[in-house]
């Protein structure tokens, strides 16, 4: 199957960079948001992102251009009807997902395949409330996701070989590494990730270390190019409290239960970067 169209519902931190990443490898991409006021905040970190490349030399004026006149902001799910493949990056909630698919199914051509950007919710589950369980995968994006080079593809039980054959070459298409994985909560990244910086955070609460030592610390003694907690402001302390609660909740492993000081970050809309505050003020 050739995929020319694409869609990405949510224009969010994730999505956002999913549609950029699309329109900017050639793809005509239409986003979607549920509000006229999120979908121009959406578009105009993509357009500036754009202007930044051009400034940086990456990108000409005339490309710049052309990524522009390919990627669509809509409101309409209906404007998904002709796409190809349709990458679902919406709020981390299970609930939010089971409403989305179904809707997803009856709009889309039926040869459609239909993605999930989901980090740790079950993509078996949301295949199972729509009619093509066999075309349904994650494709697990990074942020920020124009940069980082890994794409996980996340095969659950009913997701078809043919399925996952087109899924990686759309991956390698975009200039992203693919690596598969199995529909078990956290996939590889997070699985190995989260406890990382859940123990980062543990280590703050009890007083371990100042947080900016604990950031030196890992970026200059093991080469990571964020230390924890400046990566945990970056991804987002409320998508990192979800993925670590959908693990805990698979596994009972209390390297995944999420310490006091993150829920109450979380509940006092700390969210990092993007609320402005987070272990660290923007
Ligand atoms: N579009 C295009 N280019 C972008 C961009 C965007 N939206 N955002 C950044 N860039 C480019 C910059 O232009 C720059 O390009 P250059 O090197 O050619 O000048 C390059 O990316 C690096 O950016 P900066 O110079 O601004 O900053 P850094 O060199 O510090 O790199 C970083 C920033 C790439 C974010 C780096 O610090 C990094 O790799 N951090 C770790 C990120 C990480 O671990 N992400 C995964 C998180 S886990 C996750 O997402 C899973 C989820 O489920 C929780």
């Not at 251009?65 to 990458?87: K, M, P, S, Y």
């Not at 239909?114 to 740790?120: E, H």
């Not at 030592?213 to 907690?229: R, V």
């Not at 609660?245 to 698979?250: H, L, M, P, V, W």
């Amino acid at each position: 199957m050739k995929i020319q169209k694409v869609g990405v519902v949510g224009c969010g931190l994730m999505g956002g960079g999913i549609a950029q990443t699309c329109a900017q490898s050639g793809y005509e991409t239409v986003v979607r948001e549920v509000n006229q006021q999120l979908l121009d905040k959406g578009m105009t970190r993509i357009h500036d992102a754009w202007d930044m490349m051009a400034r940086k030399g990456k990108l000409t004026q005339d490309q710049v251009e052309q990524n522009r006149a390919r990627l669509h902001g809509t409101l309409a799910l209906e404007d998904f009807a002709d796409c190809d493949l349709v990458i679902e990056a919406v709020i981390e909630n299970m609930e939010e997902k089971l409403r989305l698919f179904p809707a997803l199914d009856k709009t889309l051509k039926p040869e459609a395949l239909i993605l999930s950007n989901t980090s740790s919710l079950s993509i078996t589950q949301m295949g199972a409330v729509t009619k093509r369980a066999e075309q349904i995968c994650g494709l697990h994006f990074f942020n920020p996701a124009p940069v980082m080079k890994l794409v996980e593809i996340v095969r659950t039980i009913s997701t078809s070989e043919q399925t996952i054959e087109t899924v990686k070459e759309f991956a390698l298409s975009l200039g992203k590494t693919p690596v598969i994985a199995k529909d078990t909560a956290g996939f590889i990244v997070n699985f190995l990730l989260i406890p990382y910086l859940l123990a980062a955070i543990r280590m703050l609460e009890n007083g371990m270390a100042s947080r900016e030592d604990i950031d030196t610390a890992m970026k200059l003694g093991c080469g990571y190019p964020m230390g924890p907690l400046t990566l945990l402001d970056y991804v987002g302390l409320d998508t990192t409290l979800w993925a670590a609660e959908a693990i805990y909740e698979e596994y009972k492993d209390p390297l995944y239960a999420p310490p006091p000081l993150l829920r109450r970050m979380v509940a006092s809309g700390m969210y990092g970067r993007k609320s402005g505050r987070g272990f660290y003020q923007y």
